[in-house]
């Protein structure tokens, strides 16, 4: 099994910046892929930001020039850098990792259970 903790969520005003944090423990032989997808309410579940374990990134839209997804393999560890937040960035921000428990290419996923993100006006 694999554990995903988060860290970092909270409340900003409009133009701000917060960071989140998300590290993966367990039983890991590899991570592949680690992200964030994020829930407003009323909303379908959305990819925010993912990064592989080669280093490419892939971000929505609505996040490009504002957002940035990092990580650091050895703490298995990924960031999200939010700047400019706007009140339509509030949402539940899941933790998302791609795993693998041995040499053999059969991958798990495993989601974090959240941290809430809140932008006021």
């Known amino acids: 099994q694999v554990q995903l903790v988060e860290s970092g969520g909270g409340l900003v005003q409009a133009g701000g910046s917060l960071r989140l944090s998300c590290a993966a423990s367990g039983s890991i032989f590899r991570v592949n892929v680690m992200g964030w997808y994020r829930q407003a309410p009323g909303k379908q579940r959305e990819l925010v930001a993912t990064?592989?374990?080669?280093?490419?990134?892939n971000y929505a839209d609505s996040v490009k020039g504002r957002f940035t997804i990092d990580r650091d393999v050895n703490k298995r560890t990924v960031f999200l850098h939010m700047n400019s937040l706007r009140p339509e960035d509030t949402a539940i921000y899941h933790c998302?990792?791609?795993?693998?428990?041995?040499?053999?290419?059969?991958?798990?996923?495993?989601w974090g259970q959240g941290t809430q993100v809140t932008v006021s006006l």
């Open positions: 990064i592989t374990n080669g280093g490419s990134t």
């Open positions: 998302n990792a791609r795993t693998q428990r041995t040499i053999l290419p059969n991958e798990e996923t495993f």
